[in-house]
């Protein structure tokens, strides 16, 4: 495409104006016609510029100016105490309230051709640009093609630019069902933290037909404290299964993925104001539609299913969803939840795990490790997170109590039914 390139750099301006019909699109030396009205144009412009000044001398009125306006044209403009002065040959044009305006039969001569030469070159260099565009046009097909094979090109430097200085890996892409990332690490959210302040987690997920009980479970149930990682874990999982399908690399030490059909989410919290939708119809809406469309070759990730409303309705919700998902769908699954309870699944169905993100507990405060290990949370330390997030000292002091009260008082219990 480099002689239509080239046509293309010496026909139009580097600036083309917005409105392709007012003319300023064509460079010089591209047509001899438009050249030559041009440089008429140019000329008769140079005239009006100096009427001014030569007006001045001839008639001594030293403020006598020049103007324009789209209803009268040009005029000379002069104030009323000097209108007295004016040769004859002025023919006045209209009064105002300090001022009296005239035309000279000279200057409307060159006023029309001014005006008709404008339309002329507007024109014709419209019609030049028409034709250029039907040149291009009859190459749509090959700029269509370069523009796809340059966009591909684009697209995979790009990954392989991201892969090499980030560190990333080649995923072992397979057709089953395993899912081993070993030292997985989101691919957004450790650019955004200094070097070596992210810290990688590793998952296992998806039991192949006839495995035995200790390979990669189903589903992981997944608890830890209020703002330790838990949905950025998830967002990671999920990033690196759609990285690596779409050929690239990802942040990772090593990959082995089956491809999954769907990858589907419920993370995040909204509602729908113009359906009238609260946050918890929506959340039980995308929760309906993974349900009833995720297979076994699915990658599901759900983040606080049933907590947009009571308790008990929430747990029951999120219970019954896990053991739908363990026992019909066997999607591979992580289930990130407050609800501890959720951990005696693993407990009766053998496809399920329990992993937990991991704080370090001190006298006044908790560290998040934001490290994901076997095993389950039984705390949230949602007052801690309250207090992190700056809630005053008393408000802090207040809810311990009430939480002490309300555990001394009050216990969820739920009944368990043996699946076997």
């Known amino acids: 495409m480099e002689e239509l390139a080239a046509k293309i750099q010496t026909h139009i301006v580097e600036s083309p104006p917005i409105q392709i019909k007012e003319g300023g699109l064509i460079r010089a030396g591209v047509n001899s016609l438009l050249d030559e009205r041009r440089s008429l144009v140019e000329e008769d412009q140079k005239w009006i510029a100096n009427l001014e000044i030569d007006e001045r001398e001839r008639t001594g009125i030293p403020k006598l100016k020049v103007g324009f306006n789209k209803t009268f044209g040009y005029y ?3 104030s009323r105490a000097q209108a007295e002065q004016v040769p004859d040959n002025y023919i006045r044009k209209q009064t105002l309230t300090n001022e009296e305006r005239y035309i000279t039969p000279e200057l409307k001569e060159r006023e029309a051709r001014i005006l008709t030469a404008r339309d002329d070159l507007n024109q014709l260099e419209y019609d030049i640009l028409v034709a250029l565009r039907e040149e291009v046009g009859s190459q749509a097909e090959v700029i269509r093609n370069i523009s796809r094979a340059v966009a591909a090109a684009d697209v995979l ?3 392989a630019e991201l892969a090499v200085f980030q560190g990333y890996c080649r995923p072992q892409m397979l057709e089953g069902r395993k899912i081993s990332v070993i030292d997985g690490r989101h691919p957004v959210v450790e650019q955004s933290l200094p070097s070596g302040f992210f810290v990688p987690n590793s998952t296992f997920l998806g039991r192949e037909e006839n495995q035995d009980t200790n390979s990669s479970p189903d589903l992981i149930i997944l608890t830890g404290p209020n703002a330790s990682g838990k949905s950025c874990y998830l967002r990671q999982v999920g990033l690196i299964q759609l ?22 989410t419920r993370v995040g ?10 946050t918890f119809m929506v959340e039980m809406n995308e929760t309906a539609n993974i349900l009833n469309h995720a297979t076994s070759r699915s990658l599901v990730l759900l983040d606080e299913i049933g907590r947009g409303t ?9 219970w019954a969803v896990g053991e739908y998902i363990a026992t019909e769908l066997l999607a591979r699954t992580i289930f990130a939840t407050h609800y501890h309870e959720l951990n005696e699944l693993s407990s009766l169905l053998n496809n399920v795990a329990n992993y937990q993100v991991t704080v370090k507990e001190m006298p006044d405060q908790i560290i998040f490790l934001h490290q994901v290990q076997p095993g389950g949370a039984d705390k949230s330390y949602g007052i801690e997170a309250g207090r992190l997030a700056g809630l005053p000292a008393k408000v802090i002091t207040r809810a311990k109590q009430v939480m002490a009260q309300i555990e ?9 039914k043996s699946l076997d």
């Open 408 to 416: 001394q008082h009050s216990k969820i219990a739920i009944g368990l």
């Open 243 to 264: 990285m690596a399908q779409i050929g690239s690399f990802v942040p990772a030490t090593s990959a082995t993925l089956g491809v999954c059909d769907r990858v589907f």
């Open 76 to 78: 000379l403009s002069v």
């Open 157 to 159: 430097c790009g990954l």
């Open 310 to 318: 009571a308790t008990f309705d929430g747990l029951s919700i999120a």
């Open 269 to 278: 919290a909204v509602d729908d104001l113009a359906t009238g939708q609260s």
